[in-house]
């Protein structure tokens, strides 16, 4: 008897690129079907806040565990397959519909209940960027700012500061709200933000949907 063709084997058209971009997707692929075997799930996540150095600490920190993959969500797609007629196991078309945005796959032997509490409660702070929403209203009040040097005094007063130099000391003036909760950051409000030490982004993973055992699940 003639033995079923395997789904994972089943060759894949990647989009027109030239040879050593072709190469580097067909290894995605490759590297992303061989996890299909290596663990027992895979998670669709979106990024919040995305920081590369954060990203890469949890990689490190999950990485006996687990691995992921982040970026390229044409390629991931294929490699899970983007149909019923493609896809490398029953059900991960459906997966692959999820992969939109800032997202990537995570592949896990970690249980279901342990990898959502752990992504459920980890975030890390980090400074706003230009263009974010302020997730809170900041007000500078009036008199010293101990944390600038005097040599800061033009550069804050530039930013938007209403600020002198007194006695070698920054001196606020009057209460002044850097931004208002909700209000989109300018560059010169975000610098500030920065110069004051607060942090209002929060780098996070928000765990969208995953497959298990041929079985999908939002």
């Known amino acids: 008897l003639a033995m079923p063709k395997s789904r994972r084997n089943k060759l894949v058209t990647l989009a ?7 190469a580097t997707k067909e290894k995605l692929v490759e590297s992303i079907r061989a996890c299909l075997d290596a663990y027992e799930r895979v998670f669709v996540f979106r990024v919040h806040n995305q920081r590369n150095t954060a990203l890469k600490d949890l990689r490190v920190d999950l990485k006996p565990m687990s691995r992921f993959f ?3 969500n044409k390629v991931m797609a294929v490699a899970l397959g983007r149909s019923v007629e493609d ?3 029953p059900n991960l078309a459906q997966l692959s519909n999820h992969l939109v945005g800032d997202c990537g796959l ?3 032997n970690s249980s279901e209940e342990d990898t959502l509490t752990y992504f459920r409660d980890y975030e890390v702070k980090d ?4 263009g974010a ?5 900041v007000m500078v009040p009036k008199g010293p700012i101990p944390q600038f040097a005097h040599s800061m005094e033009p550069y ?4 938007g500061l209403p600020t002198v130099l007194r006695e070698g000391s920054v001196m606020m003036l009057d209460d002044f709200v850097v931004c208002e909760r909700g209000e989109q950051l300018t560059p010169e409000k975000a610098r500030l933000l920065k110069l004051l030490d607060i942090k209002l982004a929060q780098f996070r993973l928000e765990l969208v949907c ?4 041929d079985t999908f699940k939002e």
């Open 210 to 213: 995953h497959w298990s055992a």
């Open 70 to 72: 982040f970026g390229k």
């Open 87 to 89: 896809e490398a196991r």
């Open 106 to 108: 995570l592949f896990t």
């Open 133 to 137: 929403e302020a997730t809170e209203r």
């Open 16 to 22: 027109r690129a030239t040879k050593k971009g072709r």
């Open 156 to 159: 804050v007063r530039k930013l």
């Open 127 to 130: 400074y706003a960027r230009s």
